[in-house]
């Protein structure tokens, strides 16, 4: 087992929104100070399961095309020198079911106030409200900077 393995995890949801990337600023610092590593978890849902209103427009998005993103985001944000370890994790599943898994054994879990939902998400209550209320670690809640 290498010092990794035993590290602390900081899990942190990424999604491409302003809170979300406070959010992964917010992990590194914090898994910089435990002496951790961060988990960065990205979900991604067909877009037939986005909306309940449109039929789907997109064919051509799939797990590939999420994972770029998910990787220029991260790339864009992170930008050179990290602090600590970052693991990029892509999952296709609704967010916070995604997150709720991640976290499990987690040291942590970092979410931003208010991502990219969709109109049926709002209905039924954001990601981080979700999150806070069904983790079985400790969660922070971010704000954009």
Not at 22 to 39: C, P, S
Not at 41 to 65: K, L, Y
Not at 115 to 123: D, I, N, P, V
């Amino acid at each position: 087992m290498n010092a990794h393995e035993s590290a602390p995890r900081v899990v942190v949801g990424v999604d491409g929104s302003p809170s979300s990337h406070a959010a992964l600023r917010w992990a590194l610092r914090h898994a910089k100070l435990i002496g951790g590593v961060v988990d960065a978890v990205g979900a991604w849902e067909p877009p037939s399961h986005m909306g309940w209103s449109a039929p789907v427009v997109d064919h051509s998005f799939d797990r590939e095309v999420a994972e770029r993103r998910f990787a220029d985001e991260l790339d864009r944000v992170l930008g050179e020198g990290r602090p600590v370890e970052v693991r990029r994790t892509m999952v296709m599943g609704e967010p916070s079911d995604v997150l709720l898994n991640a976290s499990r054994g987690a040291e942590l879990l970092v979410v931003g106030s208010h991502g990219r939902s969709g109109f049926t998400r709002a209905l039924l209550g954001s990601v981080s409200v979700r999150v806070t209320q069904h983790a079985t670690c400790p969660v922070v809640v971010a704000r954009a900077d």
